[in-house]
């Protein structure tokens, strides 16, 4: 029965350690599955701005190329505010790309912090899951020790009653046959 116990507990302590695995491996997609969604996002956010602040620039070269045509037609006046028109092209050309910048490195910050957040709850779950197995795994052991040592304990008192019986079965023998001797030596050989 105490067997038949300790392989039920056993078994329970492997399905519990096999159950911690899966959750392990669980939280382990989940923390890839972030990670790489933040990495498309911040991807596809730094190619968006990119390609805004390249078409910004080409709509202000293409404006200063206007504007040089334009001043060889019309004069000094007209250079001056082409010359403008391409000082502030090129000011809004670069605020954009800044910008662009600045806004691709918080949103690749936010999702890293968050990738990183996933990844430590992953890790702690982990951690929370391999101690329960540990513990699991401990008590088992010792329930199967504890119950080693109650069976050794009977067969060993089981082996002194059968050792007495062997000997005063054999006492009797040589008694009735008239070989044993007196009783007080033979109760003498028993102790």
Known sequence: MASQDQSYRAGEAKGQAQKTNQMLDQGRETADAVKGHAQESKDKTGSYLSEKTDQAKDKASGAAHSAQQSKDQTGSYLSDKAGQAKDRAGETAEYTKDRAQESKDQTGGFLSEKA????????????????????????????????????????????????????GAADAVKNTLGMGGNNEDAAKNRD
């Open 116 to 167: 990183n957040q996933a990844k430590d709850m992953a890790g702690q779950t982990a951690g929370a899951a391999k101690e329960k197995a540990g513990a699991t795994a401990q008590w088992a052991g010792d329930t199967a020790n504890a119950g080693k040592e109650k069976t050794g304990g009977v067969l060993q008192a089981t082996g002194e009653q059968v050792r007495n019986m062997a000997m």
